[in-house]
């Protein structure tokens, strides 16, 4: 015999909601990073009609949850927005040109690192930040050409915002133009270090390397750079803020 419509209903009412990945991170990631950005994209958060959902993030047995909640990591039109940072105007990124596999994602971590290890894969060039839990999230990156790399294992002793960018000697015998900034270049939305700055040190020693932004957001994806890891400034910023005191950094 068949049931009434209320009697269906009844037996589905308490039922899971499940909705996708993508529609959990946009869900939960979307009023954070919009109110902490000062983007100047808006979005009317009511009219996602999202269902109400609760998520268990507690492993069972050997089983590790594969769904990571990150309110920085949502939908690019979001992570790649205009917004104002120490009173500069970062453009937007037409993240349509970008390869989807070099904009930030939450993956499973493939490094085997400690959480918060800094970890750059230059042959994938990919950035991982080691998550607990078994994740990380993951930049696409820029790196230096052919001569032009740094490898090894060091740490991040400090970093800078809208850093001063002073080119080495060798660099300005290359490159005579580049003379005018012996002295350095101040930050700002030209300098080729970008909005952030990560300095590596090695044995207590400056390598001389960075981990930067850049304000040539087609780079990434590229071996161009002399021997620094670029990203978007997007993303720099949000790899910035998740870095506290010295890092350990493996760039190979």
């Known amino acids: 015999m068949s049931k009434s419509p209320a009697t269906r209903k009844s037996r589905f009412a308490d039922a899971p909601v499940l909705t996708s990945r993508r529609t959990v991170l946009f869900g939960l990631g979307a009023a954070g990073l919009l109110a902490g950005a000062g983007c100047s994209r808006t979005i009317d958060m009511e ?12 492993a069972t047995g050997s089983i590790r949850p594969q769904i990571s909640v990150d309110k920085q990591v949502t939908g690019p039109e979001l992570m790649y927005a205009s917004f104002s940072d120490e009173g500069y105007t970062l453009p937007e990124i037409p993240f349509a040109k970008v390869d989807p ?26 950035l991982y930040l080691v998550q607990p839990g078994g994740d990380a999230i993951r930049y696409g990156v820029g790196i230096g050409r052919d001569g032009f790399r740094w490898s090894g294992r060091a740490n991040i002793q400090y970093g800078k915002k809208w850093p001063t960018w002073t080119p080495p000697a060798e660099m300005i015998a290359r490159k005579p133009e580049l003379e005018k900034w012996r002295g350095g270049q101040p930050g700002g939305l030209e300098n080729p270090l970008g909005a952030r700055a990560l300095y590596i040190f090695q044995d207590g020693r400056d390598t001389g390397y960075r981990v930067h932004g850049s304000p040539e957001w087609w780079t990434i994806g590229q071996a161009m750079s002399s021997g620094c890891v670029r990203m978007i400034n997007q993303d720099v910023i949000d790899l910035f803020n998740r870095v506290h005191g010295k890092t350990p950094v493996v760039v190979g």
């Open 47 to 58: 009219a996602l009609e999202l269902p109400a959902m609760g998520l268990d993030t507690t």
């Open 101 to 126: 596999k070099f904009r930030r994602q939450i993956v499973v971590d493939p490094t085997g690192e400690a959480p918060g290890t800094i970890v750059v894969r230059l042959e994938e060039k990919y």
